[in-house]
């Protein structure tokens, strides 16, 4: 092609799939690029930040202050609300919704990840997962409304209790909010609210296993002391309507069946290149998979020092988002491409209120009101959007003051 004096150019097409945690962050830092038109894909119309799912399912925030909506976080970023369905590597082209086709001249996957049941007998069918809005809607209703239901005798007292698989960061917040649950409208159905209970279950040894010990010890003590019941060495082996059974023979009865025991790259993307047994597609150190194809966050297969995936958590797909956005710009000035290396800043995870675990290094470690404070005041620093933030900070001094669990409505 012959430019006029003057003439720039065409921009290159970005598509970018996801606007999770990676999508945004890559989104972003090319949204100015003078090499580039971005637009950005995805089946919701707004950028969910999932750390605080639990809140939402126990009745702690409205859904809408983690739900940030994407059409308006850049004007010069081009949002398509659609399901991708189809890629053609070799035509460079997407398929939306089974019909629509979109051309690309650089696709960033983003697409994130979601729950997995193992194949576990039962699980499909009779627990909850956590992984949008929806879900943790169910969450709330089936929390709140076994109450009301129990209460006009339809449900027997059993139901009353509730089961969290999994003692991973999210399965230690989820049983330690639900227990504050349970205290606090403990005045308003004096007459049942004895029989309510949470039983937190981990098949490994102890909870919370990407920390150190003596984090995970503390996350089961205080758990413990807050009324939860705590089952290590306990593998699930089927569920029912009505309960979870165990790889050792017993049975635990409970209304409310929760599922957070790990999660999975989504299966459809397979086909793009080799995959670890989480889905994820093995991407080369720059996160670039083939010519023109990226992929980032929990989708992506990218090994650390040690040769371990890296963990699929919020700051590596915000870091992988940045590297590409930078490889792609780059690209475009002829230099060479880098290596994506992972700045790890430490992990933590919130028991209650002003309980929790924060690990800066194995050496930095930290519990109790100041690490919740740390908590916190991370969590409203990563969240999108200052409505958003606002209300959630709001929504936080309110609920520690006054605590009436948001529930109006349930249905
Ligand atoms: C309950 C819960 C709690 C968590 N807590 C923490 C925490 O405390 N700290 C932490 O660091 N991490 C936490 N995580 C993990 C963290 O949310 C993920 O690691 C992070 O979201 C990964 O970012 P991502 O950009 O890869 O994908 P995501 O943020 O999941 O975004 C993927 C996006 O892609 C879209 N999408 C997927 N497929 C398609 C398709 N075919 N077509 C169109 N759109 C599509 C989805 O709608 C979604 O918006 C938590 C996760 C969950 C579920």
């Known amino acids: 092609m012959t430019l006029e004096w003057g003439e720039s150019p065409p921009k290159q097409h970005v598509v970018i799939v996801g606007a999770g945690f990676g999508g945004l962050a890559c989104a972003r830092k090319l949204r100015r690029s003078s090499a580039y038109r971005v637009t950005m894909i995805d089946r919701h119309p707004y950028h969910l930040f999932s750390p605080l799912l639990y809140q939402v399912a126990t009745a702690g925030l409205p859904e809408d202050d983690i739900a940030f909506p994407v059409r308006t976080a850049f004007r010069e970023v081009d949002f398509i609300r659609a399901e991708v369905t189809e890629i053609d590597v070799k035509t460079k082209q997407l398929t939306l919704n089974g019909k629509r086709v979109v051309d690309f001249d650089h696709l960033v996957l983003a697409v994130g990840s979601q729950g997995t049941t193992y194949g576990i ?15 943790s809607r169910l969450i709330r209703r089936s929390l709140l409304h076994t109450y009301e239901e129990v209460e006009d005798g339809f449900l027997p007292t059993t139901a009353l209790q509730v089961a969290v698989v999994g003692g991973g960061p999210t399965g230690v917040e989820l049983a330690g909010a639900i227990r504050e649950l349970q205290d606090e409208i403990r005045r308003e ?21 990407s920390f150190h010990p003596k984090s995970s010890a503390h996350a089961q003590k205080t758990l413990e002391k807050m009324g939860v019941t705590v089952r290590v060495d306990t593998a699930v082996s089927r569920a029912t309507a009505t309960s979870l059974h165990f790889t050792n023979g ?11 025991a790990g999660v999975v790259a989504p299966p459809t993307w397979k086909m793009l290149g080799e995959t670890d047994r989480a889905n994820r597609l093995k991407v080369q ?5 083939t010519d023109g194809i990226w992929v980032i966050g929990d989708a992506a297969h990218h090994a650390d020092d040690t040769g371990r995936p890296l963990p699929m958590i919020a700051p590596v797909a915000i870091q992988q988002g940045k590297h590409v956005a930078n490889q792609l710009l780059r690209l475009a000035r002829n230099e060479q491409l880098t290596n994506f290396v992972y700045r790890d800043k430490g992990q933590m995870a919130t028991i209650g209120r002003r309980k929790a675990v924060v690990e800066v290094r194995r050496w930095l470690r930290f519990s109790g009101t100041f690490a919740w404070l740390t908590w916190l005041a991370l969590h409203l620093a990563y969240i ?23 529930r109006a409505i349930t249905d």
Request: aromatic share 10%; no cysteine; net charge negative.
């Open 121 to 135: 007998d039962g699980v499909a069918e009779h627990t909850l997962q956590m992984k949008s809005v929806a879900d």
């Open 384 to 406: 999108s959007g200052g409505r958003n933030r606002t209300s959630i900070f709001a929504d936080w001094v309110w609920n520690y003051l006054v605590w009436v669990p948001r």
């Open 189 to 209: 159905f004096e007459d049942i609210a004895q029989h309510a209970s949470v039983t937190l279950i981990e098949a490994g040894p102890r909870l919370l296993p």
């Open 285 to 289: 150190p720059t996160l670039s998979l």
């Open 250 to 260: 017993d049975e635990l009865v409970a209304g409310t069946r929760i599922w957070a």
